[in-house]
């Protein structure tokens, strides 16, 4: 099993460096070279130190060298300066695609909230937890396959320096590979330490990006019970636990590193101790610019040894990242994390192009509702005996069907488990008497839209809030929000619909905040309105207006007649009264119809 999972890996690792095979093939080219370009000084210092004794080669003077060197190591920089603008790109594209991927599917998640499944149990992550997997883990990633260009660039090179150290002696080469099996060593017996610390470094600091959005997210909650002491103390104690994991993390890979580079001095220190009784002994055998060659060589093998144990170190914190991430994909193929995608706006001549138009899928007659059937439908939250049990009713075209009971008893469960918000564990869903195999992707306009008891808005305008890209004219979005009876509150605003809502919609109150969300349900014109608690930040008036509207201008559209069918839940007497159908939950239960 520990074979196969780190096979998969390195599947992945190959498969996101073939998303962009150019930028990898120029990086990798540009990686030799400057890798290549310092191999040639090794001969020219050579011929040097033999012009100084008398035995040069090729009879050039020791200034014209000096020049020549001087053209290598400017080559050198242009190089570097050219990779490095290579690698930015390629890094950029690698993270990326990652990001996008990873964001993609948590869209396609057929539950409201991010969820990371293990062998042990699927448990529900926060906004601000979330972030580690889209920053640290992406970018570890994205850290294994840059190196992984370099590694072979300088391995390229280690070889061929290695060819060049056998030919000028070929026992002191032998001891090149002291420190290398000493590197695969403490590798192998240091594997799982790496990897543990890694993993509890990562939680650390997904525990206090999640406790940071809690926070901001929560100010006023904070400040209206008094808890700021409370909340800084948890938050300085997540952070000390953070910081000594992360001490561990690093200083274990200090150690590591430490290792490495000792083992490559120690062996460099016992080939230049054989090298001086070499020349002691065998005069003649090995002058003064074969040895000058030779230790210019052997940096190159020794450090690609180096780079090589850092890079096994560095995959095994790739493979934790690798996990982490595939545990949000919640049942999808790993594949999909890196499956090749269209990450550029601009069009070959490198031009902005215009966002592309949402246009709401066409309906057919299909999508008309008849009737809505739930047939025993439950959910059981995970570890616990919350949930719903054994629901079935049904509601016809045009209805208000209206679901109340106690605070707890799964009234707002009942509706995400409809709409696939959460999966069913046991039960059937009947739209016009058809089974509907996958809620989450059916209950979407035009068949279905939601609105939740706290509606999601953006910091951006009115507009934007109403129509989130959907292309529609003035006179479409006037008649959604006279029915979300918003007009008189958009004639006290000075920049009408281009207002800026600010974060979350805190420029509106918690009213204004609901009928935003509705207008931009009603604009979609959808065939099922489903609102959970819709009316409990609106006084009564209001509140009449909105459901009368709902259920008289919908039919008033002339061309285009709509007949909207609601579920809602509700404990106000007024909608209970308007009601064709009347559910009361308990317990999770339905207690009578």
């Known amino acids: 099993m520990v074979r196969t999972k780190k096979r998969k890996h390195w599947e992945l690792l190959w498969q996101l460096m073939r998303y962009a095979p150019k930028l990898y093939t120029i990086d990798s080219c540009f990686w030799i070279l400057i890798m290549g370009l310092p191999a040639l000084p090794g001969l020219i210092i050579r011929e040097f130190f033999n012009s100084l004794t008398n035995e040069a080669q090729f009879g050039l003077s020791p200034l014209a060298l000096i020049a020549l060197l001087l053209a290598l190591n400017l080559g050198q920089i242009a190089a570097l300066f050219a990779g490095r603008i290579t690698k930015t790109q390629y890094r950029f594209t690698m993270r990326s695609l990652l990001r996008h991927n990873l964001l993609d599917r948590l869209f396609k998640n057929p539950t409201a909230q991010p969820m990371v499944v293990t062998k042990e149990a699927e448990t529900n992550i926060s906004q601000g937890e979330i972030i580690s997997y889209f920053r640290d883990d992406a970018e570890q990633i994205e850290e294994n396959v840059a190196l992984f260009s370099q590694v072979v660039g300088q391995g390229i090179f280690a070889v061929i320096s290695l060819i060049i150290l056998l030919t000028i002696n070929l026992q002191m080469t032998l001891f090149v590979f002291l420190p290398l099996v000493g590197m695969i060593v403490i590798v192998r017996q240091a594997e799982t330490r790496i990897k543990h610390y890694r993993k509890a470094s990562?939680?650390?600091?997904?525990?206090?990006?999640?406790?940071?959005?809690?926070?901001?997210?929560?100010?006023?909650?904070?400040?209206?019970?008094?808890?700021?002491?409370?909340?800084?103390?948890?938050?300085?104690?997540?952070?000390?636990?953070?910081?000594?994991?992360?001490?561990?993390?690093?200083?274990?890979?200090?150690?590591?590193?430490?290792?490495?580079?000792?083992?490559?001095?120690?062996?460099?220190?016992?080939?230049?101790?054989?090298?001086?009784?070499?020349?002691?002994?065998?005069?003649?055998?090995?002058?003064v610019g074969d040895f000058a060659l030779f230790i210019y060589n052997l940096s190159f093998v020794t450090g690609f040894f180096n780079y090589l144990g850092n890079f096994m170190a560095l995959s095994k914190h790739t493979e934790v990242s690798f996990e982490r991430m595939l545990s949000l994909l919640s049942g999808a193929s790993a594949d999909t994390l890196v499956a090749p995608n269209q990450l550029y706006l601009n069009d070959l001549n490198g031009r902005q192009k215009d966002l592309p138009t949402i246009e709401q899928p066409l309906r057919n007659e299909r999508d008309n509702l008849q009737s809505l059937r739930v047939s025993h439908l439950t959910y059981i939250y995970p570890?616990?005996?919350?949930?719903?049990?054994?629901?079935?009713?049904?509601?016809?075209?045009?209805?208000?069907?209206?679901?109340?009971?106690?605070?707890?008893?799964?009234?707002?469960?009942?509706?995400?488990?409809?709409?696939?918000?959460?999966?069913?564990?046991?039960?059937?869903?009947?739209?016009?008497?058809?089974?509907?195999?996958?809620?989450a992707s059916f209950f979407v306009p035009p068949r279905s839209a939601y609105t939740p008891q706290i509606p999601q808005l953006f910091s951006y305008t009115l507009r934007e809030n109403i129509l989130l890209g959907l292309s529609k004219n003035e006179t479409d979005i006037a008649t959604a929000l006279n029915m979300a009876v918003f007009e008189q509150d958009l004639a006290t605003m000075n920049e009408n619909l281009e207002t800026l809502v600010g974060s979350k919609g805190v420029r509106l109150s918690g009213g204004q905040m609901q009928r935003v969300a509705a207008a931009r349900m009603f604009i979609r014109q959808p065939e099922l309105l489903v609102f959970d608690d819709l009316s409990s930040a609106l006084d009564v008036e209001t509140e009449l207006a909105l459901w009368s509207r709902i259920f008289v201008n919908s039919t008033e559209q002339g061309k285009n007649p709509w007949t909207p069918t609601c579920l809602v839940v509700s404990h106000r007497p007024s909608v209970l009264r308007r009601a064709d159908q009347i559910i009361v939950m308990k317990a999770g239960k339905m207690e009578f119809q």
């Open 383 to 439: 570890g616990t005996n919350q949930g719903v049990t054994d629901i079935s009713f049904e509601i016809q075209r045009g209805s208000l069907t209206v679901i109340t009971g106690q605070v707890g008893s799964g009234k707002s469960t009942l509706l995400r488990l409809l709409l696939g918000l959460l999966p069913k564990q046991i039960g059937e869903i009947y739209w016009n008497g058809n089974i509907v195999e996958n809620p």
């Open 202 to 287: 990562r939680q650390a600091t997904e525990k206090v990006t999640g406790i940071l959005g809690e926070i901001f997210g929560s100010v006023q909650a904070i400040k209206v019970a008094g808890a700021e002491e409370n909340v800084l103390n948890y938050f300085r104690t997540l952070n000390e636990q953070r910081r000594q994991l992360m001490i561990k993390d690093s200083l274990f890979n200090a150690i590591l590193n430490s290792l490495f580079q000792n083992m490559v001095s120690l062996g460099t220190g016992i080939i230049l101790l054989l090298a001086s009784q070499l020349m002691q002994s065998q005069v003649g055998q090995l002058t």
